[in-house]
């Protein structure tokens, strides 16, 4: 589960077209470094979920973290300017559980990782 950390303040300052131009960028960014078989698809607003799988647990958070510095490296042209995005991560590792359940994990984890600081990736639970 991906955030994008204090995405309301950039729709209130900068407008919904930038909101918009951000979550383009966003999604191709964290396209460009997922591999083929993952997946990334919006769930509402600025919150993402990411299907890695098979990949136990050091795989994950690699790919993960491939994700949030890709977005984190350099800012994102909106209008006439430019904008430093960072995302909060949340992930966990099946182990049998209901996709409800991996979803409410991944979400957990990603809460955690705004208790954090935010732009960082958090694993919950899982093997």
């Known amino acids: 589960m991906l955030d994008?950390?204090?995405f309301k303040r950039v729709n209130d300052t900068h407008g919904h077209a930038a909101g918009d131009a951000v979550l383009r960028e966003l999604a191709r960014r964290s396209e460009s470094v997922l591999r083929p078989y993952d997946g990334l698809g919006r769930l509402?607003?600025?919150?993402?979920?990411?299907?890695?799988?098979?990949?136990?647990?050091?795989?994950?958070?690699?790919?993960?973290e491939r994700m949030r510095a890709a977005i984190a490296e350099r800012p994102f042209a909106i209008g006439d300017g430019v904008l430093a995005v960072?995302?909060?991560?949340?992930?966990?590792?099946?182990a049998?559980?209901?996709?409800?359940?991996?979803?409410?994990g991944a979400d957990d984890a990603m809460y955690a990782a705004k208790a954090r600081g935010r732009d960082c990736v958090v694993l919950g639970g899982g093997r």
């Open 4 to 6: 994008i950390d204090h």
């Open 86 to 94: 960072t995302v909060s991560i949340g992930g966990v590792v099946s």
């Open 96 to 104: 049998g559980e209901s996709a409800d359940g991996l979803i409410a």
């Open 44 to 64: 509402g607003g600025e919150e993402f979920l990411i299907v890695v799988p098979g990949a136990r647990r050091e795989e994950l958070r690699d790919v993960l």
